[in-house]
């Protein structure tokens, strides 16, 4: 499974971004997808996950109530709608397909990774 994550960029501090995740096969729409983020200096944080049935999200409490997770099946992507977004967002955003069906919020339950897209905001 390849997975191309997209839509980075610069944006100014309180805008917003839409990152995309798109695979390469349809192995992934019975598993949980997430997204994960590294700034610099840092590890690998949790971002949201979303199960395979898109009924069960989760969220990082420091994106709570402004990033939303979705997906869709047909295309076989995954979304990552970020709003009023902070500088403390600043990092490379990774996406990627868990193990199982369900959406852990732990690096060590995903076994397909995406290459990584940056998102830079601004003050």
């Known amino acids: 499974v390849q997975l191309q994550a997209y839509g980075g960029g610069l944006v100014q501090a309180g805008g917003s971004l839409r990152l995309s995740c798109a695979g390469s096969?349809?192995?992934?729409?019975?598993?949980?997808m997430g997204w994960f983020r590294q700034a610099p200096g840092k590890g690998r944080e949790f971002v949201a996950a979303?199960?395979?049935?898109?009924?069960?999200?989760s969220y990082a409490d420091s994106v709570k109530g402004r990033f939303t997770i979705s997906r869709d099946y047909a295309a076989n992507t995954v979304f990552l709608q970020m709003n009023s977004l902070k500088t403390e967002d600043t990092a490379v955003y990774y996406c990627?397909?868990?193990?199982?069906?369900?959406?852990?919020?732990?690096?060590?339950?995903?076994?397909?990774w995406g290459q990584g897209t940056q998102v830079t905001v601004s003050s």
């Open positions: 990627a397909v868990a193990f199982a069906s369900m959406a852990p919020v732990v690096a060590s339950g995903y076994r397909y």
């Open positions: 096969r349809r192995t992934s729409s019975n598993n949980g």
């Open positions: 979303i199960s395979w049935h898109g009924g069960s999200k």
